[in-house]
């Protein structure tokens, strides 16, 4: 690799909102079974932001808990990517309020939107800043309030979504002396054929309101495995690494089934796949750094370990990225 910098994953950090919605809750509210959910997702309950709770909210304290992790404070931060499809406010950033939040008075701050694909994008793209030496310490935040945009009578979408934040500090570090570690690659991908699968009938230009999410499940679900399946692929194939000496695949947490195909399809060993889904439903953005730590935290992932992430979401986006701790 012949960039100045590598971007070595410092700290990861994550917030999940207090309140947890189960499914049998749920089926007091529109028509579904606990049964239906489990056999269909694998989502036996999702967290829920209180009233008032915001994104950046979330955001900020995922970001602390990431700086915490990483050993390193608010003035050593040059650069915040927050990725998220439910910002604060239509302006400024969600970034920009996280920047405040934290105390951080220099460099830049920006949204990434690529929906539930914005982590691996923001990831990629911080990526990009540290290697060129634009940034020497980022801040890579995937935080979402989808309760918001949910339309809670529609028990085809309201069922399967949930809130949170996760956040990874990067640090850049001179190629000659990160070794194996760091950012090792990523593979970003969209195809705008596809917006009416997945998106939200709102929206400052067309409705001036903020709208409800929209899903054609089943033929999202089509798209996933193939798409993921491609990203993983891809990204192996750019940095050079074997999808078997891969240590965890840390997913996207749409749907049980689509990890579960994903792995069979390219021979991943489940035991390498950190789920959280049953727990934390699709919590789009922050589900790939939610799922990031909890698998730090409680062990599983080490210093040395390489690390696959993936996601598809609305857009058509998708995208993978690979690291090693
Ligand atoms: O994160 C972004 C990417 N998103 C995804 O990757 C999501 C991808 N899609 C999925 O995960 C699945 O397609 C779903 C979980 C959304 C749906 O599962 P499915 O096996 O594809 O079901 P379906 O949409 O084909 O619906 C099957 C049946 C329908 O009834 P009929 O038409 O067969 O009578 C639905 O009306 O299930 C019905 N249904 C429900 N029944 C009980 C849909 N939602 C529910 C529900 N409870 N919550």
Redesign the pocket.
Known sequence: MSDAFRSVIAGVGGYLPERVLGNDELSLM????DE??RD??GIRERHVAADGETTSAMAAEAGKRALAAAGVGPEDIDLIVVATATPDMTFPATAAIVQAKLGVTRGAAFDIQA??TGFVYALSTADNFIARGQSKAALVIGAETFSRILDWSD???C??FGDGAGAVVLKGVPTAEAGERGVLGSYLRSDGRYVDL?YVDGGPSSTKTVGHLR?V??Q??RH?VRNIAEAIERVAEGASVDIADVDWFVP?Q??Q??LEAVAKRLGIDESKVVTTVSRHG?T?AASVPLALDEAVRDGRIKSGDLVLME????GLTWGAALARF
Do not use: E
């Not at 996601?311 to 609305?314: L, N, R, V």
């Open positions: 529109v028509d579904t079974s239906w959910i269909r997702t929906v539930c028990r085809s979408t069922v399967l997945l899903m499940g089943n999202v679900f996933a996207h749409a749907n089934r689509i699709n789009s996601a598809m979401g609305g």
